[in-house]
């Protein structure tokens, strides 16, 4: 009857050894790939820059690896499987005493974990370590930690850091102290100090909670929630209904807090003020938590004042790591294909083929960025493998470029006319709108899980024949293209039933010709609006799929929902091309940047993060929201990205250096959508207050001051100039704005559905 | 535990209901299980909760659905909960017995349903609609009209039916006008329509020439308010605005003197009456607008005597405590005027004259109601800021003289006063009357009175008891039995608060809540309710601005026309 329990010890093995845990759960996935590349490269660096932080692995070698094993071997022994341990020994090449000389392996750890804090300290940290840490265990703890940090939450070992006990009545003492010396100290460091008050507060919460001591806990967090910034409010509600051990298993919102380090970034000064008041206070507990627990990314120069921390503060992980943003990122535009335009005026159009090039010429230049030249920004034109242009999708580009030249230049003093879709009677519900780009389709997804597609063009909406009549018709004429399309089932409004929940994502493909749907039910269907079926159903969210989006230039989607997970897919694959994972709560929103090459995902975790479609790596994270991220919007140019919150805020970020560069404060609600105008002079934001908001993009874009100082730390100082760049607030008739759309001529529309 | 239940700020399951649970599935639970129990089932609650709440921003809603809390449960792999789907609050009943409180579940016939013939169509085809909102930046929205432009597109049914009933209803032919304002009253199909009819109904405006077509929109009205399956929202307040055009308004026909506009606005005031104690709570502030409009009718001397008898016969539908509220303090100001029409006896003045007759008679009528209405509610102890009914009476005398008094010979005292021969008010008079020559300063002040209401059960039964005892009698001899005896049943069942225990503090904020429906929501008034009060209906939510079709449980009132019309029932 031993065998049983071997065999999940040996599980355990091989799982431990691996360093990665596969698991089964959610997704399936976890979040290593993108994650543990970029910790891996990043660690040099890290070293250099002087980090403190604990389990900041100095290069994986074999002296590490060691210690795993004995970390394994000591977990065999420690359960009575002297067999395995054996045999683990043997494989392993271990010596026979390589358990015994306990107190070397803890010191060993110690340095490991103090490595980077510099010689002197490292010594006092370790000797600090090492009598708050059970020895016997700290190695077992060690690796194993390392194992589970940056992978996916095995839950009883997340929790189980948290069974070091300290004394409960004692915390208290320790969170009013530091509190008492953060208070003490000059201004400068107090802001940037006290950005540890909340992981702090919450990491020992859940240590009390964890160790059943429920009415300290309770006093605790009734004591000391109230100095908490207001935007953790949200987090703090849900840490404040836990209040049970066994609470804890399964709440997504501690597992997050547990899986990843909470980042802060704070200054050399500020941070060897903390370290030495700790030392000296021998304040264990609260060293322990931070070095377990917080990543604090330490740099050089002035402390940032309160404004600057709180601009980018909010995140349920915290700031995102310098070294995060420090990847290039190609973002400029793709050079357009050359097409033979006949860019004459309409009545002369289609004859002389000879005489356009000439034409041509002068007109293209008012098309502005996208010229010839190619962008020194861009990526190669095939980083990402493009689907070639057919036919129609060049003459839809002449349809583009003709519409184009009759663009109105929008500016501050030349608003655009908005043009207000309302869905009437959509008592089942309105939960996502898409319009094409040529704006003469508008599609609805709806909480029934019906998709409706509306043309708004006298054009009705008409199927193809069925196999037999299409027989029938002359292959050889001119109008086959009319041919086949069947008369009789012409419409305003297709319907599409297939999904079997709510629909949260629709997208159209540029061609038009296909639509993308993404449900509660998990899966996202791709539907033709040929014959107006459902073509293919993508599964592999197991959850609800939030949003969805082809890419611009079609074949390739991204979907992101609550596994937390992105996707990316291609249209004639069953399954996904990429997996996006990192982010620590539902992907609520995804788009991708215009050149295709990236793509950007607006999460519960109150983060944004870039992905690279080519390599699948986090290239940027942006950090500054104080609520779920429900909008993002790239400008043309592919420079800028705008992001809406739940907080009612919109949020400008360059994304060559990573930097928050605008804040635009006016709308009381959660904000849906945004969208650049053409040229992206406007940017408009459609809230769920029932108004669109007009701000002068060009002007948030243009005040930038970009130093190098602030292209190197990402601390910007933005000035709050939101009145200034806000164009105008135009009321709906109690109907939110869910979608906003620039027709190729600059017209505004936007759609909701009307709510009594 | 029960200490700090105070300082959560979560709604909790008591370990109590957890037991009764228990017991309800045949278990037994020891205390300490039930108090682990409750907590987790609070936490499990609390993240199914906050689980939902992500649904809800997903669907772009402000609105959390049963359906967003089933989903999240089934994330956490508890079944749904099946049968609370519909858009209508629920109704929470109470057992007094038990301390119990649940959600009526009633049995539905589907026979009756499947049967059914009113069943709701042709209204709900979602569809997008493009309007230009903002040209070049700038609004162009023309001003929003009280009638909202319709947003629904009608089916050729319906307009075939629209253009058929209006044709009928304004049209010569009685029958044809009858069978479609029965129809309209009765067809469950046309909530497409309300904007249209409401818009028709406006026109009142352009033919105040001919009493003919407003009594016919009149009419309309009736119909569209008295029809259970519409919606009215807030057309309500654009139907009121007509109907307060016929009332008030000096009409071109009424220039003249043959035509019978009095019983056009007799009508139209019955009609404002019904509206507003049917409809009354869709729309805020709707008495209050209603009365000053009234008001400031009454105080203005240049509208022609039509008007002011169109205010007067308006504050009497809306029942006496409107008359005490506006008429009476503004009556001895109007009197002088109307002194001056009746008593020239020029021939010119002939015609002003019988108008101002007209208007007499109507504040006599109004009056006399106040008084009866004002002796049977008399033993109400929170009105501490009416004035007292001698006072009241003399008051009047003053005006009316004799032709008072003859109202009310046939019974020679009620309420428990002696005889009101004005000698013996005489007496009275003087001390009262500084009281009452300056009512507005008593009135007006809202009168913060603290009441302790030391729950001595027995004594408190006792005075409601002998109290309406002696509004049974009163009532009996005046001939209003009915409605004196739907007054007794009523305070029994609704106000007696279950709760015994520590005294409890009320304040009572006189003066300004008068109207039947506040008095129906005032918890401290225990002991009588002077009007019929509406029966049990919990305040609408008012989701659907819009028409809904299909709200059947629209709460039908009784009026009956004797209750307000100026035929006193001697």
Known sequence: ?756 | MAADREERRFAEVSRDSVKLMAESAGLELGDEVAALLAEDVCYRLREAAQSSAQFMRHAKRKKLTVDDFNKALRWSNVEAICGYGAQDAMLFRSVKEGELFFVEDRDINLIELALATNIPKGCAETMVRANVAYLDGKGNVGPQGTVPAAVQSLSDDLLKYYQQITRAILGEDPHLMKVALQDLQSNSKIAALLPYFVYVISGVKSVSHDLEQLNRLLHMVKSLVQNPYLYLGSYVRSLVSSVMYCILEPLAASINPLNDHWTLRDYAALLLSHIFWTHGDLVSGLYRQILLSLQKVLSDPVRPLCSHYGAVVGLHALGWKAVERVLFPHLPAYWANLQAVLDDYSVSNAQVKADGHKVYGAILVAVERLLKMKALSLPQPAEGCSIPLPAMYSELYSFFGDSLAVRFSTEQSFGGFSPCTPSHFRETRKEPLGHVSNPDTTRKMPQLTANLNITLRPQDQSLARSSMQRSRASSSRSGQRSIGLSRDVFPKARFTSPHSGPPTFSFVIGGRQMGRRCQGRRPFQTIFVPTPPPPVVLPRVYTHKLPVIGRVCKPLRRWTRSHYSLHLPL
């Open chain 1, 1 to 756: 009857n031993e065998s049983a329990p071997q065999e999940s010890e040996s599980n355990q093995i091989v799982s431990c050894s691996k360093i990665h845990i596969p698991s089964n759960h959610l997704g399936g996935f976890n979040r290593s790939n993108a994650n543990d590349g970029r910790l891996l490269s990043s660690s040099p660096g890290a070293g250099t820059g002087g980090t403190a932080t604990g389990n900041n692995k100095p290069a994986p070698g074999p002296p590490e690896e060691q210690q795993t094993l004995l970390a394994v071997l000591q977990f065999l022994k420690k359960s009575k499987l002297a067999e395995s341990a054996e045999i683990l020994r043997r494989e392993a090449g271990l010596p026979e005493d390589a358990l015994d000389p306990k107190g070397t392996d803890a010191s060993g750890s110690g340095p490991g974990l103090a490595a980077g804090s510099g010689q002197v300290d490292g010594v006092d940290a370790s000797s600090l370590l090492s009598r708050v840490t059970v020895s016997s265990s700290a190695a077992a703890q060690a690796p194993k930690k390392a194992a589970a940090g940056e992978d996916q939450p095995d839950v009883s070992v997340v929790l189980s850091a948290y069974s070091q006990q300290g004394d409960p009545s004692l915390y208290d003492a320790y969170y009013s102290g530091l509190k008492r010396f953060i208070e003490s100290v000059l201004d400068c460091h107090r802001a940037e100090l006290s950005q540890l008050f909340y992981p702090l507060f919450v990491h020992m919460y859940l240590e009390l909670v964890y160790n059943n001591n429920e009415s300290v806990a309770k006093a605790f967090f009734e004591k000391f929630s109230g100095d908490q910034e207001c935007y953790y409010e949200q987090d703090l509600r849900i840490l404040s209904s836990l209040t049970k051990k066994e609470h804890m298993k399964g709440n997504e919102t501690l597992l997050d807090f547990r899986t990843s380090k909470f980042v802060l970034r704070i200054s050399r000064d500020s941070y060897q003020l903390l370290k030495r008041h700790l030392q000296e206070r021998q304040n264990n507990q609260i060293w322990n938590i931070i070095q377990e627990h917080l990543y604090i990314d330490i740099f050089d120069g002035m402390p940032r004042s309160k404004s600057q921390i709180d601009a980018m503060s909010g995140s349920l992980a915290g700031e995102a790591r310098r070294e995060a943003n420090k990847a290039k990122v190609f973002y400029g535009l793709l050079k357009e294909p050359e097409i033979e335009l006949p860019l004459d005026d309409e009545d002369e159009e289609a004859e002389n083929e000879e005489g356009k090039p000439k034409k041509k010429k002068p007109k293209k230049d008012s098309m502005g960025s996208k010229s010839k030249k190619q962008d020194p920004n861009a990526p190669l034109q095939t980083r990402i493998p493009l689907p070639e242009l057919k036919d129609s999708d060049k003459l839809d580009k002449i349809m583009y470029m003709k519409e184009s030249t009759k663009r109105i230049r929008l500016g501050s003093d030349n608003l655009p006319s908005i043009c207000f879709y309302t869905f009437l009677n959509a008592y089942q519900g309105l939960t996502a709108v898409d319009v094409t780009d040529d704006s003469s389709l508008i599609a609805g997804g709806f909480a029934d899980s019906t998709v409706r597609v509306w043309s708004v063009t006298p054009k009705k909406l008409r199927k193809v024949k069925s196999a037999a009549d299409l027989n029938l018709i002359d292959k050889e004429s001119d109008d086959v293209l009319e041919r086949i399309m069947d008369e009789k089932t012409a419409s305003e409004l297709k319907i599409l039933y297939g999904h079997s929940g709510p629909v949260y994502g629709i997208s159209f493909s540029p061609d038009r010709n296909y639509l993308l749907s993404s449900s509660e039910d998990g899966t996202i269907r791709l539907w033709s609006l040929q014959t107006f079926t459902c073509l293919v159903g993508y599964k592999g969210h197991n959850y609800p799929v939030w949003d969805t989006q082809f890419s611009p230039y079609g074949y390739y989607f991204v979907s992101g929902g609550h596994d937390r997970v992105a996707r990316l897919w291609a249209t004639d694959h069953y399954q996904p091309l990429r997996i996006f994972a990192g982010h620590l709560a539902d992907i609520t929103c995804t788009r991708f940047h215009p050149n295709s090459n990236y793509v950007a995902t607006g999460s519960s975790d109150r983060t944004i993060r870039l992905w690279d479609v080519l390599n699948g790596n986090c290239v940027r994270i942006f950090t500054g929201h104080k609520g779920p991220i429900h909008a993002l919007a790239f400008s043309p140019n592919g420079k800028f990205l705008a992001s809406g919150a739940t907080d009612g805020r919109v949020l400008l970020w360059d994304i060559g250096h990573g930097l928050m560069v605008g804040e635009l404060k006016g709308h009381t609600d959660t904000i849906y959508s945004l969208r650049f105008s053409r040229d992206g002079e406007i940017l408009a934001s459609g809230s769920m207050d029932n108004t669109v908001r007009l701000w002068d993009a060009m002007k948030a874009f243009d005040d930038l001051e970009t130093d190098d100082f602030t292209a190197a730390t990402g601390h910007i100082h933005l000035q709050d100039n939101s009145q200034e760049l806000l164009l105008g607030t135009y009321m709906t008739k109690s109907t939110p704005v869910l979608h906003l759309h620039f027709t190729r001529r600059n017209l505004l529309l936007a759609a909701g559905a009307y709510n009594p």
